[in-house]
């Protein structure tokens, strides 16, 4: 069975990011921007929470990365805290995007904020099971670096998928593959937990913990955007 999650006030946690961002993450103009100017294009309000959006910048400005592959680029908003995070080591955020509106508005998001496109942020548009097999050509003919560091932000079905590619397309040993929403898709795909779920795909954690190429964790997470968390692994 499910446990049950709301053991906490919705309030406290909303209130805690509230309090620790205002000190930490202040509002900036281009990061505000990218919120609003999403949400007035009509864009879900489903992107990283800015302690998130530090909190993946660090972990790529840590781990020395210099080339990210994002899943899922929605508004733009954590290919902009990517941006910030590899400036000036000379490589680029590649990020792969479905909806053509949404890649026009996370554009227009980028730009304002200053950063080049597609010399800093390349967004490619398409499905990433049809992008990514063309990164790999491109990779193979020299056309186009390996990536440090992999964020997957996309279709809950297709993460494993994506995952798989994160490493086939990785530098090598260190390298990171960072997974948003597994936590939830952990209670909502597969045969963990309750009854009525789809349980003909197998969830993220039971493939990955299988992959002998990673050593990976998931951290769960409580905010202003509820219950969840995320996969973290990195190559061996
Ligand atoms: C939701 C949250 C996400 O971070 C995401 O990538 C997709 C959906 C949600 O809260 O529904
Ligand atoms: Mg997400």
């Known amino acids: 069975m499910l446990p049950?999650?709301?053991?906490?006030?919705?309030?406290?946690?909303?209130?805690?990011?509230?309090?620790?961002?205002?000190?930490?993450?202040?509002d900036t103009?281009?990061?505000?921007?990218?919120?609003?100017?999403?949400?007035a294009h009509g864009?879900?309000?489903?992107?990283?929470?800015?302690?998130?959006?530090?909190?993946?910048?660090?972990?790529?400005?840590?781990?020395?990365?210099k080339n990210v592959l994002e899943l899922g680029t929605l508004g733009g908003y954590s290919a902009l805290w990517f941006a910030q995070a590899i400036k000036g080591r000379g490589g680029k955020v590649t990020s792969i995007e479905i909806n053509k509106e949404r890649r026009d508005v996370a554009i227009e998001n980028l730009?304002?904020?200053?950063?080049?496109?597609?010399?800093?942020v390349e967004?490619?548009?398409?499905?990433?099971?049809?992008?990514?097999p063309r990164l790999a050509e491109e990779i193979d003919q020299g056309k186009r670096e390996r990536f440090d560091f992999t964020?997957?932000?996309?279709?809950?079905?297709?993460?494993?998928?994506?995952?798989?590619?994160?490493?086939?397309?990785?530098r090598g040993k260190g390298s990171v593959i960072y997974v948003d929403n597994v936590v939830r898709q952990l209670l909502e795909i597969g045969a963990v937990g309750a009854a009525e779920k789809d349980t003909?795909?197998?969830?993220?954690?039971?493939?990955?913990?299988?992959?002998?190429?990673?050593?990976?964790?998931?951290?769960?997470?409580?905010?202003?955007?509820?219950?969840?968390?995320?996969?973290?692994?990195?190559?061996?």
């Open 4 to 26: 049950t999650i709301d053991l906490v006030a919705p309030s406290l946690p909303s209130w805690v990011d509230q309090e620790k961002e205002s000190r930490l993450v202040p």
């Open 29 to 39: 103009p281009a990061f505000t921007h990218a919120y609003t100017n999403s949400t």
């Open 43 to 65: 864009i879900p309000q489903i992107a990283l929470s800015p302690a998130q959006g530090k909190f993946t910048s660090l972990l790529a400005s840590i781990s020395g990365a």
């Open 111 to 120: 730009e304002y904020a200053g950063v080049k496109v597609p010399e800093e």
């Open 123 to 132: 967004i490619l548009l398409g499905a990433g099971l049809d992008v990514l």
């Open 151 to 170: 964020f997957i932000d996309a279709d809950w079905d297709n993460q494993a998928a994506y995952f798989d590619w994160g490493v086939k397309l990785s």
């Open 200 to 236: 003909t795909l197998e969830n993220l954690v039971d493939t990955v913990a299988k992959d002998d190429r990673v050593e990976a964790v998931v951290m769960q997470t409580l905010g202003s955007k509820d219950m969840d968390g995320f996969l973290f692994a990195g190559l061996k």
